[in-house]
């Protein structure tokens, strides 16, 4: 190569370093709607960040550090999905475009300071890393970042002492200098859109709240401060960006984004399920419910009908219709009552109930009871059906119990009334052809289970037999004993002597028989 061949190489590659030591001016996201702007003003990282072409806010950026200079800058796009363990999609996309600056003093040679900036289809977020004294300790008293909204801006918060959001939205002028708010602490901008303010991925950080001053929102520790040495790695300071503050909800992922993915191999044992908290009282009022796994309530749950596969626990639980799996409450009032469990102090049923493995409860007051195994104090019932040990569904419990109360109804005497006058034979009305054939109809069912019942009854008559037989039950006992540990039975010839296991004293270890 040429003495002027290299100088060209060498001076297009001085061309390309410098060109890659500055920032860019603008950097956007994969669709183009999120916008950023950084540059340095008097030594200060700003970044303006727009949406769909309109100005959201203005952020200083980074640690309260003195006049800093940028030393290099990179840029990184990524473009994908991920899947969650559990959520409302399969798939959440995961689209942004990075660029991470490296800060420094003046005449410093070696970066001092870090900021990642991130403008994803969703919002915006950025993160500063820093480098304490690596021979003693060093402390991180508040962050510079913070974010300064355009005129007439009105924010949805919650005071930190409080656990609801207010009927109307504050005019963030008017939240100047006053407590710290919580987050996500959500911005509707007039004419621009709706910007809720969020941290994620918070690591051995102190937890911030947010308070206005200056003209503008700024993070705050909740507790203390941040001490430590070598590198420190704040949250994620992130806000989503949507046309208004609905479509803020169809983009809540957003936040999940910023976090780190999943470390657990194997996550096939987390199932999703149903909460209810609360910091006080809590009732649930609805016209529906169906529960599929576990529902807590910690008072009250009022319904028209309670349904489901899963398992409910509350203080009360008052219903027409409640049809679940297992409950377990204070007091069940309702008209009609089909579980599987039932653990309940109180039970007040007007028309029926059937529990078909097992009910207990102190109190109990129904005209008809359908129940396998129970434990129940005092039960103040009409009729009561216990279900034989044979497993048997629902329908057939209730069909068996609707039927002997139509039977004891069509065919018990009538009592007389104390002041009721005798009815002759003459007055007594006959029965029309289509009584008695539903009559000859019903009986015939009746003994048609009746007959099922004695057959199930001598079956269990020859395993109460069998449970007599005490060498066969123990031999059970051990085999389940033994397939729950992961272990199985087998049966050799020989006695007992001569299948006994042989410890070998060489190798310290119990070796089977021959």
Not at 112 to 132: M, N, P, S
Not at 197 to 202: D, G, R
Not at 431 to 442: R, S, V
């Amino acid at each position: 190569m040429s003495y002027n061949a290299a100088m060209k190489q060498s001076l297009l590659t001085l061309v390309l370093l410098t060109a890659d030591a500055l920032p860019a001016a603008v950097f956007t996201s994969p669709n183009g709607r999120v916008a950023c702007d950084f540059a340095l003003r008097e030594g200060v990282p700003v970044a303006v960040v727009s949406y769909d072409g309109r100005r959201v806010f203005e952020s200083e950026l980074g640690f309260n550090r003195a006049k800093l200079e940028v030393l290099d800058t990179a840029t990184r796009t990524v473009k994908g999905a991920w899947k969650p363990v559990w959520g409302f999609k399969a798939e959440y996309p995961e689209n942004y475009v990075e660029q991470t600056v490296r800060l420094k003093h003046p005449g410093a040679v070696q970066a001092d300071e870090t900021l990642e900036l991130r403008c994803y289809d969703e919002g915006f977020a950025v993160r500063a890393k820093i480098v304490l004294n690596v021979y003693g300790s060093g402390e991180i008293k508040g962050e510079r970042t913070c974010w300064r909204f355009a005129e007439g801006a009105k924010a949805w918060c919650i005071p930190g002492t409080e656990s609801t959001f207010p009927a109307e939205p504050y005019d963030l002028k008017a939240l100047e200098d006053r407590e710290a708010w919580r987050m996500p602490f959500t911005v509707e901008i007039p004419g621009v859109g709706a910007a809720s303010i969020l941290e994620a991925n918070v690591r051995d950080y102190p937890r911030s709240y947010l308070r206005t001053s200056g003209g503008a929102v700024r993070p705050v520790f909740a507790l203390g401060t941040k001490e430590g040495r070598g590198e420190v790695v704040s949250p994620w300071r992130a806000v989503q960006l949507a046309a208004d503050a609905g479509k803020l909800i169809e983009t809540a992922y957003f936040i999940e984004n910023l976090n780190d993915p999943c470390a657990l191999a194997d996550t096939s044992w987390i199932k999703p399920g149903l909460s209810v908290s609360d910091h006080g009282n809590c009732e649930l009022v609805t016209d529906d419910v169906i529960v599929h796994g576990h529902l807590h309530v910690t008072n009250g749950l009022k319904a028209k009908h309670i349904s489901g596969r899963g398992f409910i626990t509350a203080g009360e639980v008052s219903a027409d219709i409640v049809d679940v799996t297992e409950l377990e409450c204070g007091t069940v009032i309702c008209r009609r009552l089909l579980a599987q469990r039932v653990s309940c102090g109180e039970a007040m049923i007007s028309e029926s109930a059937a529990v078909s493995r097992f009910f207990s409860a102190n109190y109990v007051k129904a005209p008809s009871l359908t129940v396998a195994v129970s434990e129940i104090g005092e039960a103040d019932v009409d009729e009561i059906v216990h279900l034989t040990p044979k497993p048997r569904g629902m329908l057939l419990t209730l069909l068996l119990s609707m039927l002997r109360t139509f039977w004891l109804r069509l065919t018990a005497s009538r009592p007389q009334g104390r002041f009721e006058k005798p009815r002759t034979e003459a007055e007594e009305p006959s029965d029309t052809p289509e009584d008695t054939e539903m009559k000859a109809n019903i009986a015939k069912i009746v003994q048609e289970v009746l007959a099922q019942q004695a057959a199930e009854k001598a079956a269990c008559e020859n395993d109460a037999n069998d449970a007599d037989d005490f060498e066969l039950q123990r031999m059970i006992g051990t085999f389940k004993l033994l397939r729950s540990k992961g272990y199985t039975l087998r049966i050799l010839p020989g006695t007992p002597e001569e299948n006994a296991p042989v410890f070998d004293v060489t190798a310290e270890s119990i070796q089977p028989a021959a």
